[in-house]
């Protein structure tokens, strides 16, 4: 198989069609047998359930290249169960979860040639996703619906290493208590879209949300859960039922509890406390984790020990545990590693 002529360490995160994707329709009440297709469009009715009620969940995993070359992607059945509930708060069928990881690994062995090299630094990103097809006019689910998976090569996420950022806390809410802060439906990013544009306007790379009920507690970004170590050096990560359980952050408070021998804390965390953390950072898929070096908010500014230049110590070996796991250089928890094959 030979690798597309692509400049891995300079393609970005954006959009590259690649050959394949997967698609499956439910329709009459099941789920049919899925094809490959090299087709990129979806052609819907004007009156779909997904452009009216926004009736849409996704998920986002990637695949990349082992130190010994084999192909792989992280946990995906942790996505596949993740997208069920995500589909299920949504009255949408779920995709059954062994068919979305034999889909996922089906979609990228048809990329092959788009997954980067090993020491890149770029990888194959997954989106799986699902939306209501049929036309819905009165407030309702939709009883047809596409299940599709593209991939997309993306970009190393930190070129010339993973410098903290500062974010600010955010005076718009993410999620409400009871809501839908919990899945990965795209309504949250919509409304979300409106924040981080002012955030970026205002000098910020990410908005903190603060739990929408007190406004005492934190949530987490748009897009990544919170991990915090604190001067003695237990790693705490916020608890609360709008949050998006983060795979990414799962896996960090299991490698530092069970690995690396951290006391670990998954509790709620209050805004008041953040100034006496000794780390903070951000984790999710796209960046495993990005150091969080300052807070700015409305009564003041938070600047953690670490600095501007580099992540903390437990930070940094949380990092090089997660993603010496993920790249091959570590022995992994079982299951952790799915391969291509
Ligand atoms: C996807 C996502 C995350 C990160 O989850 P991972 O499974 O680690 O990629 C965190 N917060 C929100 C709101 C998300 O949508």
């Not at 979806?42 to 010994?68: I, P």
């Not at 069928?93 to 996922?104: I, K, L, M, Y």
């Not at 299991?254 to 008041?272: C, N, P, Q, S, T």
Request: glycine content about 10%; some cysteine; hydrophobic content about 40%.
């Amino acid at each position: 198989m030979e690798k597309k002529n692509i400049d891995w360490a300079s393609i970005g995160f954006g959009y590259v069609k690649t050959d394949k994707r997967y698609v499956s329709n439910f329709k009459n009440g099941a789920w049919d047998e899925g094809t490959l297709t090299e087709d990129d469009t979806v052609v819907l009715s004007e009156c779909a359930g997904v452009l009216q009620y926004a009736q849409t969940c996704f998920e986002g995993l990637k695949a990349y290249t082992t130190e010994d070359g084999r192909i792989v992607c992280f946990r995906p059945d942790l996505n596949a169960k993740r997208m069920t509930d995500s589909a299920l708060r949504l009255e949408m069928p779920a995709f059954p979860e062994d068919r979305f990881v034999e889909a996922v690994k089906a979609v990228v062995k048809a990329n092959e040639a788009y997954v980067p090299p090993y020491g890149s630094g770029a990888t194959l990103y997954i989106r799986p996703y699902m939306f209501g097809t049929n036309p819905v006019i009165g407030v309702k689910p939709a009883n047809e619906y596409q299940f599709r998976i593209f991939t997309t090569p993306v970009g190393p996420y930190f070129k010339g290493g993973a410098k903290p950022i500062t974010i600010t806390v955010s005076d718009f809410d993410r999620a409400a208590p009871h809501g839908t802060g919990h899945i990965k439906a795209g309504l949250n990013y919509a409304m979300s879209l409106h924040a981080i544009v002012t955030a970026h306007a205002n000098g910020f790379a990410e908005n903190m949300y603060l739990d929408a009920a007190t406004r005492t507690k934190v949530e987490e970004t748009g897009g990544a859960n919170f991990i915090f170590v604190t001067k003695d050096g237990t790693v705490v990560t916020p608890k609360s039922d709008s949050i998006l359980p983060s795979i990414t952050r799962r896996s960090i408070m299991y490698v530092a509890e069970h690995i690396l021998g951290f006391k670990v804390e998954h509790r709620e965390v209050m805004f008041d406390e953040v100034k006496d953390f000794a780390e903070c950072g951000l984790c999710g898929t796209a960046a495993v984790i990005s150091p969080v070096g300052r807070i700015v908010y409305k009564d003041g500014v938070i600047e953690f020990p670490a600095g501007m230049e580099e992540m903390g110590p437990v930070t940094k070996k949380l990092y090089d545990t997660l993603t010496g796991i993920q790249m091959g250089r570590m022995e992994a928890p079982e299951g952790w590693i799915c391969e291509i094959g």
